[in-house]
């Protein structure tokens, strides 16, 4: 029988202070989690907009010191703002489709747009209060499933390889190098979770990926270039790109916030839920939201892309059960030392995406269940399977069949790509159900 490990429903599990030798790795863990996705960001918009080498480098390093200032304050807090959960930061894939439109204008007009909706979404928050009662267990719980299931598919791909290899070397992507690696980390860190003990349980992701970047190396598929490429030192300088106010980016960063605001209150949920058995309360959403449009405005002046919460660090709280605020601040702070010395992230890039799938497959599907959780918590009456049953056809449907859009037009905004991601249809859906559906 495996061992199950026991929830705190209590708030003093999320302030306990843990020791260095614990709360580093623990924080070096979800650093591991989310930093594939945070690089991955700047490294599309980079080649969209044509920048130079040089460039590129520089917005990967801002995107990993932006990131880690996001998360403090996210973690941390300063009066309202944070949610001070673990709740780790990092640029948004979300804004890509609205983003690429406006390459004619430069990178100026983007990080303009995201200040200004950066600003939007700290308004969002603070007057999240009285509309609280509009994001209940069964809308927050959908969005919560929908970001898992979403997000399997990208698990998937990067166990086999990653997208790249998937794209431009189909022939190799998913085979039997790639599936071992991945393989590896999966069954290490479920083995290390279920029968270790104390912090061998609680580190069992970064035991696995460590496992598993022996294995690739063995096999001769760790990028040691990246290493040695990488500089030392790099210096943030903000406004790099100027300021440049275009109205058609600035109203779809504006729209954008709030289909951003939804997604964070579903990571913040499926943290709370996953970590501590329990729904995420009033103070700790708005704090939540709030700190989002802070890291986004932030990230904007150094020159990085939008900033939200990341969906599989909430899946590595679940299956750690690990919910201290401030093993996320340690991660921020690893972030910012990243963005500061490429040289220790060049460490991380090295390795390959298999490593990271095999991990993102266990963290993804645990926001499912986080998800399937909060759910279980609403009566399940007419009306309420009625809205959880329409939310997830569109959602899943258009996910799997995005063929279905193909003929709606984009109205500028990339309509058809917002509709195919399940998470942004199932969850606006969800919202307008449950504010139009009368109770009986």
């Not at 504006?254 to 964070?264: G, N």
């Not at 939201?289 to 969906?311: C, E, K, L, Q, R």
């Not at 220790?344 to 986080?370: E, K, R, W």
């Amino acid at each position: 029988m495996a061992r199950t490990r026991k929830r705190s429903t209590s708030s003093g599990a999320t302030n306990k202070k843990l020791p260095l030798n614990q709360s580093i790795p623990l924080g070096i863990q979800h650093v591991f989690a989310m930093f594939a996705g945070n690089i991955t960001v700047p490294l599309i918009v980079a080649g969209v907009f044509g920048v130079t080498t040089g460039e590129k480098i520089f917005l990967i390093q801002m995107a990993l010191f932006a990131a880690g200032v996001a998360t403090i304050i996210q973690t941390v807090g300063y009066k309202n703002i944070g949610a001070r959960l673990p709740i780790i930061q990092g640029t948004s894939f979300a804004f890509i489709p609205i983003m690429l439109p406006f390459k004619a204008f430069g990178l100026g007009a983007i990080f303009t747009a995201a200040f200004i909706g950066g600003i939007f979404q700290i308004w969002i928050g603070k007057m999240l209060k009285p509309i609280r009662h509009m994001f209940p267990p069964l809308v927050t719980g959908i969005v919560v499933l929908m970001i898992g299931i979403s997000l399997l598919k990208v698990g998937f791909k990067y166990a086999g390889g990653g997208v790249w290899l998937m794209n431009n070397k189909p022939e190799i992507f998913a085979n039997w190098h790639h599936l071992t690696i991945a393989g590896t980390v999966l069954i290490v860190a479920l083995l290390t979770n279920l029968r270790g003990k104390g912090m061998v349980s609680a580190a069992s992701i970064l035991i696995g990926i460590v496992a598993g970047f022996i294995v690739a190396a063995l096999f001769g598929e760790v990028r040691w270039a990246k290493i040695a490429a990488a500089d030392w030192f790099a210096f943030p300088m903000p406004l790099q790109y100027g300021i440049d106010f275009v109205w058609g980016a600035v109203i779809l960063m504006l729209f954008m916030s709030i289909v951003t605001t939804i997604e964070t209150i579903g990571d913040i949920s499926a943290t709370t839920m996953g970590g501590a058995n329990r729904e995420a309360t009033n103070k700790e959403l708005s704090g939540g939201i709030m700190a989002d449009g802070v890291g986004t405005a932030f990230a904007s002046i150094f020159n990085a892309m939008p900033n939200t919460s990341y969906s599989q660090n909430a899946g590595l709280v679940a299956f750690t059960g690990v919910i201290s605020r401030h093993v996320g601040t340690v991660a921020g702070v690893i972030l910012i030392l990243l963005g500061l010395f490429p040289k220790l992230g060049g460490i991380i890039a090295a390795m390959p995406d298999s490593v990271i799938g095999g991990a993102a497959i266990i963290m993804f599907g645990l926001i499912a269940g986080a998800g399937i959780k909060l759910i279980s918590k609403t009566e399940m009456s007419q009306r309420n399977i009625l809205i959880l049953a329409l939310s997830l056809s569109f959602g899943i449907g258009l996910y799997a069949f995005p063929e279905f859009v193909a003929h709606i037009p984009d109205f500028g905004i990339k309509l058809k790509l917002l509709l195919t991601t399940g998470l942004i249809p199932a969850g606006l859906l969800a919202f307008v159900l449950n504010a139009t559906l009368p109770k009986k």
